[in-house]
């Protein structure tokens, strides 16, 4: 009986020593946004600066090359996602690293790497260049690459997984049927694999919006043209016309976007096999 009630007072202690490590991790992780929150009510300036034309203006350009970026994502990255679902060949697993590459890669060294390919003094950026006197650095373009490098991997890991859930038994009855390749993969492989494909966009839309190293580095700081929300943040903490409020302003709106965008990943994701 001693033993037993030994083991309860044990199994007690170490809920709570869970709890109570559980609860500081989630204090931890709260407190900042609070503190953000905070400041942004009792900063009178901050919502006279949600008005201006840098902030708008770099809203504006983060929405729009984030929603271009998803839709080279859609274009490009959806075949490779369905080749790394279905194809088995020599050099698949090479092919599905280097996709995951710019995911745990810092972004700064993304950044280097276009520079480094694209720059004008690049592997192909000069040859281009050369020949046709276009260059891709320090322009809204350069926006789009760098977001397209670093976040349209997510979308091709989520792809993936919405592909591999699809039973290839279905696309083979359809072909017996006399149904096309493209035609099975837009009546019956989308559909299937659509709650995926779905959270792969959110995320890959989310990870392009919030993008910063390699964006500055590739694409530099250029009010109006290449200055994103999240270069916005870093003018303003580095002595630009609006500020500590500014940047304030700023990382509020991007706060609510991650929040809007957690919200619509948690519901899509709920019904995306392996994405929940």
């Not at 006279?48 to 929405?63: D, I, N, W, Y």
Request: aromatic residues 10%; positive net charge.
């Amino acid at each position: 009986m001693r033993w037993t009630l030994d083991v309860s007072s044990n199994d007690r202690a170490a809920t709570a020593t869970v709890v109570f490590l559980g609860l500081a991790f989630g204090v931890f992780f709260l407190v900042p946004f609070a503190g953000l929150i905070d400041r942004a009510l009792h900063e009178p300036r901050t919502w006279e600066l949600l008005s201006t034309s840098q902030v708008q203006q770099a809203l504006t350009l983060s929405l729009w090359t984030s929603t271009a970026t998803v839709g080279l994502a859609l274009l490009l990255g959806t075949p490779v996602a369905y080749l790394l679902a279905r194809a088995r060949f020599r050099g698949v697993a090479a092919l599905d690293a280097l996709i995951d590459l710019p995911i745990v890669l810092p972004p700064t060294v993304a950044g280097v790497a276009l520079l480094t390919a694209f720059g004008r003094h690049g592997l192909v950026g000069e040859p281009i260049e050369a020949w046709t006197g276009f260059t891709f650095g320090f322009r809204t373009l350069a926006v789009i690459m760098a977001q397209l490098l670093v976040a349209a991997p997510f979308y091709v890991r989520a792809a993936k997984s919405g592909f591999e859930a699809v039973d290839p038994q279905f696309e083979k009855v359809a072909h017996t049927l006399g149904a096309s390749r493209a035609r099975t993969f837009f009546r019956i492989t989308v559909p299937q694999a659509w709650p995926a494909l779905l959270a792969g966009i959110v995320l890959c839309w989310a990870r392009a919006m919030g993008e910063l190293g390699a964006t500055l580095i590739f694409a530099g700081n250029l009010e109006g043209k290449t200055q994103t929300m999240p270069l916005a943040v870093i003018s303003a903490l580095e002595g630009s016309s609006l500020g500590l409020a500014g940047a304030i302003a700023l990382s509020l709106i991007l706060l609510c976007v991650a929040l809007v965008v957690l919200v619509l990943f948690r519901a899509v994701a709920s019904r995306a096999p392996g994405l929940s």
